[in-house]
């Protein structure tokens, strides 16, 4: 059977409730992402690196989803299904999964956010404390 | 371009009757160097012959109260011999490319009022007639007074002005002379042509009367209005800005000063920040920066390996986590050779010895994998590395700019509290008033650009919902074609500059380093100089090291400014001639011998100005000679007035000779 991405799934979706949907395009602004998609991988790699730092990480489904972007604009779409079915070794569902990750990583940035975002305007002021953040943040049980 | 002859008539020392005492600077039968020596003691009149040439150059430009450069001799002369006015002239002989052309600056001094008669003349001569517009011809072929102070000047006067304002004078130096300012301005017009013509666009389109029409009208009105106020907002803000700045301008006391320039730093530090926001979205790496987080987990897992601190579970984890990042279409990994490793394509025959590393390399927790070989596969991995220097680049130098920041902040924080001054301490309050009230006029700014923008969007969709006619439709997309061509250059300009100045800056950070090392010769401690796209300069260590100010000493420092200035001068398509006061003085011994060495490399016109026993000896002589193409020796006679007055006519009282070395 040829290797399929995503099996063959031909859209990537995104959260449908409002306040949802209404702070991903605000975080897309203030993080600069020209493309929805590329902030749902962000997301994603950050729930998998706190998963991968023995961060407790809650991963469920999101309520419900909505149309993102089709797969051909999704041009790490090969990477992230490789992670999933490898790396967290998970056949089927690999879309499903990706989802759930991308959720529990927008919910992680939203807390954020709203705890030290106030002050922080820039970019570059965003990106350099949300990455201190999570390089040097401990595991809750520690 | 080179200055050939300089010839002067009563300017500071060089004082005459009828003949011009001339100077020679450039002999043209000479082709292997460009270096002119002129040799003197302190005070005989080595420095004048700079600022006669930027008085013939630039006259009231240069200096205003030009009447103190008048030889007093001259004057008292002039009196003894019942003459109303002094002549003052410098006449400057300089070829450009293969043409000849004299300057004359005359300046007319008034014996009774002690000052001009009018302005400095100038006139330009070329094949013996004067040319119609000799300002121009100024204009043309040199930069303006201020920047000139790059081309003459004493080595420790700029060495400190480079030191207090290394940015903008090399800002200065890059912008300026090479002309990016202007592109920054065809670039500025560019984006007015464009606006104009966005506005015609919606004039044209508002005109059509439809049903949409009136509300069209209405947005288009209340774009308009937010322009306004935006435009109010911002002179707001100017005239506060210029309060704030006239607190402190007039004659501060010490203390003041203190506080302004603490001021000046956090606004050139916060500017600093925003500039690399700016250039750090431009360089739109936020899309990828998930493959960092991945490249983490890659690399703490080679760690863990390198530990062996991994059990056999997480090992497994590691290893489909490689797996994954490699790709299905992958196996394994592959040694080429020593440094060079390749992926093994799924299915690839191995043979012989390569197998035998394949096995070596196979991934089996315990078997022989070598930890590295996942290392070398991020290094490997170009994309990764080239996001995570970068990433790591822009939050280095904002981490820097940061702390620097809060600290600069404390400090007028606690400056304003401990201060017992009264003046001071209103003044401050005053200031901080000022900067509340640009504050709230910058956020309502930001208020009513968004929802300028919000209008914009709004309009944008009435306009698409205009039904034209033919005629109608043909006319805006000429002005759409217009403007996007426009458009396309302003871009293309914008590529330009930025091609063009990191052309420009890699060109000068490769030659002044290498001149450099070839002058200081310690390649350990001083390898290069490199100049950032902010225009801080930085000497480096052969380890990649940044040197601090308290370990360069200042001739050390004063080499690498004159690397910089020869690094960026060979750019340049003039050539301006350069004359330097006293560049040897404070450097350690050989390096000034190698400096010389250096500059006899350029092919600018370089003339130095040396004092005899500190930069210039006997010895000097023997290695020097065949570096440079002519020297003089400046020397002053020594008369009593008196004497001098009644027998002026045949002496001079400072005259220059040609050098020799006999009598040195």
């Not at chain 2, 000479?30 to 930027?54: D, P, R």
């Amino acid at each position: 059977m040829p290797y399929e991405i995503f099996e063959g799934k031909k859209k990537v979706r995104k959260i449908r409730n409002t306040k949802d949907n209404n702070d991903f395009d605000i975080f897309k602004k203030r993080f600069g992402f020209s493309e929805e998609i590329d902030l749902a991988s962000f997301c994603t790699a950050i729930s998998f690196f706190k998963k991968y730092k023995g961060d407790h990480v809650e991963i469920f489904p999101p309520p419900s989803m909505m149309e993102m972007a089709n797969m051909q604009s999704f041009k790490k779409a090969k990477l992230y299904d490789s992670l999933i079915l490898h790396y967290l070794d998970i056949a089927e569902d690999r879309l499903v999964e990706f989802e759930k990750y991308f959720y529990s990583g927008f919910k992680f940035l939203r807390d954020w956010l709203e705890r030290y975002g106030p002050n922080l305007n820039l970019e570059i002021e965003l990106y350099s404390e949300l990455w201190d953040f999570l390089m040097t943040e401990k595991k809750s049980d520690d | 371009m080179k200055f050939l002859k300089l010839r002067l008539k009563n300017f500071k020392p060089y004082l005459t009757r009828g003949e011009f005492q001339e100077i020679p600077l450039f002999d043209t039968d000479v082709k292997s160097s460009y270096i002119t020596l002129n040799i003197g003691q302190t005070g005989f009149g080595k420095t004048s012959i700079s600022e006669a040439i930027m008085w013939c150059l630039f006259g009231e430009d240069f200096v205003a109260q030009w009447e103190d450069f008048v030889n007093s001799l001259s004057i008292q002369i002039a009196k003894e011999y019942k003459e109303e006015t002094v002549d003052m002239v410098v006449e400057l002989l300089l070829e450009i490319g293969h043409n000849s052309y004299k300057v004359i600056r005359q300046g007319i001094y008034c014996i009774d009022s002690k000052q001009r008669e009018k302005n400095t003349e100038l006139y330009v001569i070329y094949n013996g007639e004067p040319l119609p517009n000799p300002i121009i011809f100024i204009g043309k072929n040199f930069p303006v007074v201020k920047l000139m102070e790059y081309f003459i000047f004493d080595a420790d006067d700029i060495l400190k002005k480079f030191q207090d304002n290394q940015k903008k004078a090399i800002g200065d130096h890059i912008n300026k002379l090479v002309g990016v300012e202007k592109l920054d301005k065809i670039i500025e017009s560019l984006r007015d042509v464009s606006d104009l013509l966005d506005r015609e666009i919606f004039e044209m389109q508002n005109k059509i009367q439809d049903d949409l029409s009136e509300k069209r009208k209405n947005v288009w009105e209340d774009i308009k209005t937010k322009e306004i106020a935006l435009k109010e907002l911002k002179e707001e803000i100017e005239q506060r800005n210029k309060k704030k700045r006239k607190l402190f301008e007039p004659s501060p006391t010490p203390e003041e000063e203190e506080f302004y320039n603490l001021i000046k730093k956090r606004d050139s530090l916060t500017d600093k920040i925003e500039k690399l926001n700016a250039e750090f979205q431009e360089n739109k790496i936020t899309s990828n920066l998930d493959l960092l987080l991945l490249k983490q987990i890659l690399d703490s897992t080679v760690k863990k390996i390198n530990e062996k601190k991994t059990s056999k579970e997480e090992f497994e984890g590691s290893i489909k986590l490689i797996q994954s990042a490699l790709g299905e279409a992958y196996s394994g990994l592959f040694f080429k050779a020593e440094d060079e490793i390749n992926l093994i394509k799924k299915d690839t025959q191995i043979s012989g010895a390569s197998l035998e590393k394949v096995h070596e390399l196979n991934l089996e927790f315990g078997g022989e994998m070598k930890s590295d070989a996942i290392y070398t596969f991020c290094e490997h991995n170009t994309r990764m590395k080239e996001i995570e220097e970068k990433f790591e680049n822009f939050r280095t130098r904002y981490k820097e700019a940061k702390e620097e920041l809060l600290k600069t902040i404390n400090r007028i924080k606690l400056k304003g509290e401990t201060t017992k001054t009264k003046e001071l301490k209103e003044k401050i309050e005053k200031f901080k008033e000022l900067e509340n009230q640009i504050n709230i006029r910058k956020n309502r700014m930001e208020e009513i650009e968004e929802k300028k923008r919000e209008k914009k969007n709004e309009h944008k969709e009435l306009i698409e919902k205009i039904k034209m006619s033919e005629e109608q439709e043909s006319e805006v997309k000429k002005l759409k074609n217009k403007q996007e061509f426009v458009r396309r250059l302003s871009l293309i300009s914008d590529k330009a500059k930025k091609e063009f100045l990191s052309g420009i800056i890699n060109y000068i950070n490769t030659n002044s380093s290498n001149s450099l090392r070839n002058i200081v010769r310690d390649t350990k401690r001083f390898n290069s100089i490199e100049i950032d796209n902010d225009y801080s300069f930085k000497i480096k260590r052969e380890n990649g090291e940044e040197l601090k100010q308290n370990q360069i000493n200042r001739g050390t420092l004063t080499i690498s400014m004159l690397s910089f200035f020869f690094g960026l001068s060979q750019y340049l398509e003039k050539g301006i001639p350069y004359i330097i006061d006293n560049p040897l003085i404070r450097l350690d011994p050989g390096h000034d011998k190698r400096l010389i060495e250096e500059l006899s490399k350029h092919k600018n016109q370089i003339i130095l100005h040396l004092i005899p026993g500190k930069e210039y000896t006997k010895e000097s002589y023997n290695w020097l000679k065949s570096k440079i193409n002519m020297q003089n020796w400046i020397q002053r006679y020594e008369f009593m007035d008196k004497d001098l007055i009644s027998s002026v006519d045949s002496q001079d009282k400072y005259k220059f000779i040609e050098f020799n070395i006999d009598e040195f």
